[in-house]
């Protein structure tokens, strides 16, 4: 299902050899936590046992004549992973990673990682690939994207000036509370000491204060 640009032919062992525990090649992928598969004329030739718990089939189904790898396929990824087929099979370069939309058998869908090699299976041209499951990364790098556009929505609206520093007290981080309050813009006084913008009477007194803090920070 993962298609690449042309890769060096891997070692395999014939398909029509005997599948037994002592082959390496079958213990290798059958050990493995990420489902692997070798894929042909659009057919799986074959498919270990991660392979299996990921999208719910056995293997004698994947290995049917009648499933096709699309069958995989959620209607939203159908036409990427079509286009990627096409430009294959026309000798043009395709990316050797990328991710797309799965059904498994019960309809459930999974956001699945892809990456693939041209190999030779039988004597005839295949492709060998692992899929991995990154559907809770991907919940888990939405929800914190998410977390960030509220913290950022919050920062943005309150009518106080919320700022960072550095140990040396250089801005590194203002609000727009900023501008509002001061009339200077945010973009030119980042990098600038906080304390010149502090009246002279009140200066001495919050650099103590500050290298207070910071001390305590360091300790």
Known sequence: MFESTPAQNLALPSARA??????????????????????????????NAAWEQLFGYTRAEALAEDFRFMRLAAPESEAHLRARTQRREAGLPVPPAYEFVALTKDGRRRTVEVRVAEITWQGRPALQGVYRDVTERKRTEAALRASRTRYQSVVDSVQEVI????????WTFLNPAFTRITSFTVEEVLGKSCFDFIHTEDRPRLIRTFRALTKQERE
């Open 163 to 170: 700022f960072q520093t550095d140990p040396r007290g250089r």
């Open 18 to 47: 005997p599948r037994t525990h002592s082959d390496p090649y079958r213990a290798l992928v059958e050990q493995s936590v990420d489902a692997i598969y070798v894929l042909q004329a659009g057919r799986y030739v074959l498919v």
